[in-house]
């Protein structure tokens, strides 16, 4: 039987733009498999995406997807012969994941032992973003950083520097000669964190705006987001400053956290009395509101979850985070009820590994965990490997406002897509061959695999090498 399902059960997806046949195009073979629409959580959520277990992906010569088929309508199509044709028959091949929370000066101290959320942070994060100050060094560990990601296979990225405008610069520097699509920003943080690492509510804009008309959407593909670190450690002033910044570009964006631990929500709501909860704290500094993504969401209520949904907002879901901090359970079933933009993020380095498959895995057992706990009354959300690789790819680029360029491999989008080797390991080797349905196979790859997996991956078109191994 074949492993992924039948052609038939693969229907119902948009038509794709075809090339001229003049055209000779850089050819691309495997199975190909993305998504077209959300697949809620449907065990087999046919019309939602699509798949060719023999494929081919043709790319212009700037590295944009001009064409995908069937291989040998592709063939016909194009006149390709073996000599045209990249070849991964046999592997899966997926647009490139998208990580929608990490810190990259946090990678040095990732499996950190022993705290929670606060005296983690001043035990080993603030420490180690300290370094920051240093551009040469940053760029040492952008470097690394951004490697990691590829490695694990992941092409795009919305990550925080530290509170160092060079941290952001060296950063962006990097990723503009891997040509590798990212977000990110320097903290904003003036208070309740060492001197040594504190800004100013005029330095902060200074800074972000600096970065701001130097490198959004105009070196690379690097975009920017405003970072106030979390609400406790930014004063009123400071987040006038962040909403200013918010408001006066149309399309940057915001990246902070909320509702991760009990202590810090206990924390914030000593800080902002007035404000109704901690969302509400950032909604009524005008926070909240397209390409705003708020990290954790742990102990968010209805009311928050409704009030993120109404302003289209996203949520970063970390799991390997939450569990290693012992921050708790994300309401994954609430959030999807709510219909919140909900993605995943590795959260490096609280959370313990760069690679958003391991991070699915993780998801999946928080989501296992509560399933005995979600209300009668309410339907009980399950995290399907469908719903776990959409987030990770279509439901991320949607999140970003960005699904025009990336999270699918339909015509016209960037070429950033990896390719799985579903012989990575003998133990997944073994499992695969036991798979008979696409969604088996899909979650045999989420629970079993890590970046050895990743046989290769493609940045607009390009096959990015290893230069750190």
């Known amino acids: ?57 043709i790319l212009t010569d700037d590295g944009h997807i001009a064409d995908i088929g069937s ?53 080993y994060a603030f420490p180690a973003e300290a370094e920051f100050i240093d551009k040469h060094y940053a760029r040492t560990i952008s470097r690394f950083f951004l490697s990691e990601l590829l490695r694990n296979g992941t092409t795009t990225a919305l990550i925080f520097g530290s509170v160092h405008k060079v941290s952001a610069e060296a950063l962006f520097e990097e990723a503009e000669k891997l040509n590798m699509r990212i977000i990110g920003g320097k903290i904003m943080m003036d208070r309740n964190a060492p001197q040594y690492l504190l800004d100013t509510p005029e330095t902060a804009y200074s800074d972000s705006k600096a970065l701001i008309e130097t490198w959004h959407n105009k070196r690379g593909r690097i975009r920017y987001a405003i970072t106030p670190r979390f609400a406790a450690t930014s004063s009123n002033e400071q987040l006038q400053t962040a909403q200013r910044l918010y408001h006066a570009y149309d399309d940057v964006y915001l990246q902070t956290h909320v509702s991760e631990n009990q202590h810090e929500i206990a924390w914030v709501k000593r800080l902002f009395p007035s404000s109704k909860s901690y969302l509400n704290v950032y ?30 907002a996203a949520i970063a879901f970390c799991p390997t985070s939450n569990l290693f901090l012992g921050s708790g359970l994300f309401n994954f079933n609430h959030a999807c009820l709510a219909s919140v933009r909900l993605t995943l993020g590795t959260d490096i380095g609280a959370g313990t590994s760069f690679s958003m498959l391991k991070t699915m895995a993780e998801a999946y057992k928080v989501v296992q965990l509560q399933s005995n706990f979600a209300s009668a009354s309410k339907k009980k959300a399950a995290l399907t490997p469908f719903k776990a690789f959409y987030m990770t790819t279509l439901g991320a680029a949607r999140a970003l406002f960005l699904e025009d360029k990336i999270g699918t491999l339909q015509p016209g989008k960037e070429g950033d897509f990896i390719v799985l080797n579903p012989d990575a390991t003998p133990l997944l080797s073994f499992r695969m061959k036991k798979t008979l349905t696409l969604a088996d196979r899909l979650f045999a790859f989420m629970m079993l695999a890590d970046d050895r997996a990743i046989n290769a991956v493609y940045l607009m078109g390009k096959r990015w090498q290893n230069s750190e191994a």
């Open 71 to 123: 291989a040998t309508d592709m063939q016909s199509r194009y006149g390709l012969t073996h000599r045209d044709i990249i070849d991964h028959s046999g592997k899966l091949i997926v647009p490139g994941f998208i990580d929608t929370h990490t810190h990259y000066p946090q990678s040095g101290i990732i499996a950190a032992y022993g705290y929670q959320l606060i005296e983690w942070l001043e035990k």
């Open 1 to 57: 039987m074949n492993p992924y399902g039948s052609e038939s059960d693969l229907t119902g997806a948009a038509t794709l733009t075809s090339c001229p046949t003049s055209f000779i195009p850089k050819a691309v073979r495997g199975s190909l498999f993305f998504f077209l629409d959300d697949p809620g959580t449907d065990n087999d959520p046919v019309s939602s995406y699509r798949y060719y277990e023999d494929g081919i992906l």
């Open 283 to 312: 909604n009524d500094f005008g926070l909240v509101g397209p390409r705003s993504i708020f990290a954790h969401g742990i102990h968010l209520t209805d009311d928050e979850f409704k009030l993120l949904a109404d302003k289209n």
